[in-house]
């Protein structure tokens, strides 16, 4: 039996930096990944290997914004291990029927111009609706990169221009009071609230809705910062793919002794008088723990499918049926095509120009039509009449994904995990089947063709996953990649329950990570960062408390006197 400081569960990007972090901090580590690779949903790989050889694909995450707002790759000099970020630029093409196109730079007066074209009002308030939302992030900032009940570590997260903003959204009571409704409203309201021209609005509510609920849904009016962030810190993407990232992490993560185990499907959480003290993989073998263990699962499948009733119950008897009933999830998650092509996509009406399919390209008409796209699903129906995407060709700005001259393209399109009326059929009894998946597939396709007919003719090979083999892959709830929804209810001190929320559990030495934990899904790496730091406070807590309180107060009087 091997015996570890800290075992943890999953090796997604998350659990890669908390375990750097703590390697560092001078902790054994072992991470097991049920996958062959590591990565979690982080991860480049060679999926069509006889049908399309040396095309390398992203089969989940690929375009990152979250992680640019944190230190974590500075902390951790990726650089040093292998990682090499691309900026995009142009960040987004959405062509629409009429043969206008919302084309938007990193630069936020290039994107005004862009849109001046069409509609002078709306360039000029998008100016101001960009300046709003990139002080609501500088305010929101340090709260992301801390635990969410840490009030040292956040307030030692601002300096003088983060102070700026906060006061700036919320100084006054007035002010105060709007920002909370606008916080509480919906994407499309506050989209509403400032533009007229649907060529603008349409791709504007696809991008908020890439957290995964209707742009119309209240309470996630903060999905309007997905566009605002490719402006400032921008949208990049590791040369190589996604993968690069977990491949930098890796390489870390072994220089500095810790241990990746792949092929280790972990089935019981070992409770020893109220602690957890190993765990119980797929054959039988157990690793110990001597400090703590760390899931980068999810607590509704932790806690309900990896410890033994009586030890939840024994920890907190409430805990089960909250997490049964408290934690939602819409039913909406992603049907993923992947191809791989002779040339790349050529939208021959809307001015094509190679450069604009640097970053990523929306198909959005409407934002009627992008608010059925993420309505339908809730409730069971695949969305098919008429289909909007996300979809990237990565080739464009990182040719060596794939043979000279030759591109991939990655298609997101949402759909339901469980379909109405298919009950009990299907994968896992959702319904889904590969002649059902290969049909929606095929019809988004078409939709595609409606604006680059070449897509039909140039593609080499095709893959397509649908939701239930996407959920099965990563050992994701309901095929949810960011774990539990991302609606206000389930963020900050609620991600997953209140009593979870700040990375500890109530059985000692188990603690949380991931997508599911503060400050939710995407590529960041904050909540490994965020739980490494909660886990050190753990084993010297008054040391580490006053350790963090001089560092933050150093680092606020130095940022404030270097400001002023």
């Given at each position: ?9 999953g ?35 060679e ?8 095309f ?39 062509p ?7 084309l ?17 009002r ?10 709003f ?11 992301f ?53 649907e ?67 972990v ?39 990896l ?51 640097i970053?990523?390209v929306?198909?959005a008409?409407?934002v009627?039509q ?68 290969n ?39 309901k ?20 009593e ?25 790496g ?39």
């Amino acid at each position: 039996m091997e015996t570890y400081d800290v075992v943890i569960i999953g090796a997604g990007h998350n659990g890669l930096v908390c375990a750097a972090y703590l390697l560092k901090a001078g902790y054994s580590v072992l991470l097991l990944e049920k996958r062959p690779v590591p990565g979690g949903a982080a991860t480049t790989e060679e999926a069509l290997p006889k049908e399309a050889p040396g095309f390398h694909f992203n089969l989940c995450a690929i375009d990152h914004e979250f992680i640019h707002l944190g230190p974590v790759i500075e902390e951790l000099e990726l650089e040093k291990y292998g990682l090499e970020y691309l900026f995009c630029d142009p960040v987004v093409f959405c062509p629409h029927p009429d043969g206008k196109y919302f084309l938007g730079h990193r630069s936020v007066e290039k994107t005004c111009a862009e849109i001046a074209r069409y509609n002078e009002r709306d360039a000029k308030k998008y100016a101001e609706y960009t300046d709003f939302w990139q002080r609501v992030i500088g305010a929101m900032i340090p709260m992301f990169n801390a635990p969410p009940k840490s009030i040292i570590d956040i307030v030692g997260n601002y300096d003088l221009k983060k102070l700026q903003d906060l006061f700036s959204v919320i100084g006054g009571p007035d002010k105060t009071l709007d920002f909370i409704r606008t916080m509480l409203t919906s994407a499309e309201d506050v989209i509403n609230e400032w533009f007229d021209s649907e060529f603008l609005k349409a791709p504007l509510a696809r991008l908020a809705s890439e957290l995964g609920a209707p742009p119309s849904q209240k309470s996630i009016a903060v999905g309007a910062i997905m566009m605002t962030m490719r402006h400032n810190p921008g949208m990049a993407r590791p040369r190589g793919g996604t993968g690069a990232l977990v491949k930098a992490l890796v390489n870390l993560v072994t220089s500095l002794g810790g241990k990746i185990l792949t092929d280790q499907h972990v089935e019981k959480i070992l409770i020893d008088d109220g602690r957890a003290v190993g765990v119980r993989v797929g054959g039988g073998r157990e690793y110990r723990a001597t400090k703590g263990i760390i899931s980068n699962i999810d607590a509704k499948r932790l806690f309900l499918q990896l410890v033994d009733e009586s030890d939840v119950n024994t920890a907190d008897p409430n805990l089960k049926e909250r997490l049964e009933r408290r934690i939602v999830n819409n039913n909406e998650t992603i049907l993923k095509i992947d191809l791989a092509m002779d040339e790349p996509l050529r939208f021959v009406h809307h001015d094509h120009k190679d450069e604009y399919l640097i970053g990523s390209v929306l198909i959005a008409d409407s934002v009627r039509q992008v608010e059925i796209a993420h309505s339908d699903p809730s409730v069971g129906k695949i969305p098919l009449e008429d289909p909007s995407m996300y979809l990237v060709q990565p080739t464009m700005l990182d040719p060596s994904m794939a043979p000279p001259g030759k591109h991939t393209v990655w298609i997101e399109y949402f759909a339901p995990y469980q379909i109405a009326g298919a009950e009990g059929t299907g994968l896992n009894g959702t319904g889904w089947t590969d002649d059902l998946k290969n049909k929606v597939a095929d019809r988004v396709i078409d939709k595609l063709a409606d604006y680059a007919p070449n897509v039909k003719t140039a593609t080499i090979a095709r893959r397509v996953e649908s939701p239930a083999e996407l959920g099965e892959r990563l050992g994701a709830y309901k095929g949810n990649y960011y774990h539990i929804d991302m609606t206000l209810d389930q963020m900050v001190f609620f991600r997953p329950l209140p009593e979870l929320a700040n990375y500890k559990t109530p059985i000692e030495g188990l603690f949380l990570t991931g997508a599911g934990t503060h400050p939710g899904g995407s590529i960041s790496g904050m909540p490994g960062r965020n739980c490494a730091r909660i886990f050190l406070h753990a084993q010297q807590p008054l040391a580490q408390t006053l350790k963090d309180a001089g560092s933050s107060l150093k680092s606020t009087i130095a940022s404030v006197f270097k400001t002023s």
